[in-house]
């Protein structure tokens, strides 16, 4: 073990002032700055040939262990009502988490270009953030919401049962073996597909879960012109073993790269 590695883990056991957190962060994304800068410029294309190798997603117990099977209790205390496990939006300084949740979630239904009346399938659904959002906005829509995780489809149905909803359905299923059997006029996906290892095959998939004019919105945080996997093999990458095992930082056009199954219309 090097000796980052042996500092990271000494200080996981040890309660740290946010100070010296925050320190330690910025030491080790100065080092994935670095690292990134000096890796030869044919990366991109590697990390496509790489991903072409790959099951559709790996670690996928890691991922589980890490936060989706953490006890749904465990997320009311650190996340909005609405349990949103992505991104919010805050139009103003005074924006408060709830009504950020509300922000982003009314975004992603704009952009998405959602009706009254769609089937939707929404991959990757948290704790129902959007999916409970749909459903009670769009009472005409049926909507599927699908995870790896019991404790989250647990989750959705006591909520939507609480909330009167009949128009939502909750499937437990791996990426990996999930196959929808059927065809949707949306496919959503928040913050999941930074998750999937290998693209291609899940979004060959999703073209065949869509009607003929169908559309797919996927949300993703990413790196501006950089691609990579965090490193389960770097004893010193801590976001590898202790949050993210099994994910990826997506190059923000890596959805272009996939021209024969979609055609990107719209990034925001
Ligand atoms: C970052 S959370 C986002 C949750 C939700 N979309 C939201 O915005 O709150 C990622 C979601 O993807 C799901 N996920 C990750 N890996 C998966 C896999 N291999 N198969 C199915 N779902 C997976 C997780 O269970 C979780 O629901």
New binding site residues.
Partial sequence: MNMLAFAINAVERAPLSDSMTLAGIDYLCRRTRRRLATTPTDVERVFMEDMQRLP??VH?DA??DQ??EVPAEFFKLVLGQR????CCLYPEATTSLDEAEIAALAETVENAGIENGMDIL?????????SLYLAQRFPGSSITS????IS?RVHIEAAAEAMGLRNLTVVT????H?SAGRRYDRVL????F???SNWEALLGRIRGWLEPDGRLFI?IFTHKDRSYRFDHEDPADWIAHHFFTGGIMPARDLPHRFPDLFHVEQEW
């Fill in positions: 559709v997603a996928a991922a589980n936060h989706y349990r949103k496990y992505s929404e991959l990757g659904c948290g704790w129902g953030s959007l699908v995870s790896n995780s989250q299923a791996d990426m990996n999930f996906s928040v913050e999941m930074e998750h999937m949300h």
